[in-house]
């Protein structure tokens, strides 16, 4: 199975930006959707956004216009870069990749995101 390993977070002020890191251990071409997730203290996990193997993309409404992701097939690396954040993107960030098939991994242990000033 391909493994994904989340990396990229950190601290950063309200406005600032952040790229987030989806490095898989294998090819990313047979993978039909990779997507972000996100868990702040206390609350249920919410799906952030996808992106398709054809390279097509979506965004939950909270995040639309601030973030985007993308994909480097020869990297075998998802990214999502993060501009304008806010103190509510505080959260850890997850990548979960699956194929028709079913996941390609469980969950990893995500990377850090906080936002304050």
């Known amino acids: 199975q391909v493994q994904l390993v989340e990396s990229g977070g950190g601290l950063v002020q309200p406005g600032g930006s952040l790229r987030l890191s989806c490095a898989a251990s294998g090819s990313i071409a047979s993978i039909n959707l990779i997507e972000w997730y996100r868990q702040a203290p206390g609350k249920r996990r919410e799906w952030v956004a996808y992106i398709t193997d054809t390279g097509d993309p979506n965004y939950a409404d909270s995040v639309r216009g601030r973030f985007t992701i993308s994909r480097d097939n020869a990297k075998n690396t998802v990214y999502l870069q993060m501009n304008s954040l806010k103190p509510e993107d505080t959260a850890v960030y997850y990548c979960?990749?699956?194929?028709?098939?079913?996941?390609?991994?469980?969950w990893g242990q995500g990377t850090q995101v906080t936002v304050s000033s």
């Open positions: 979960y990749g699956s194929t028709r098939s079913g996941p390609v991994s469980g």
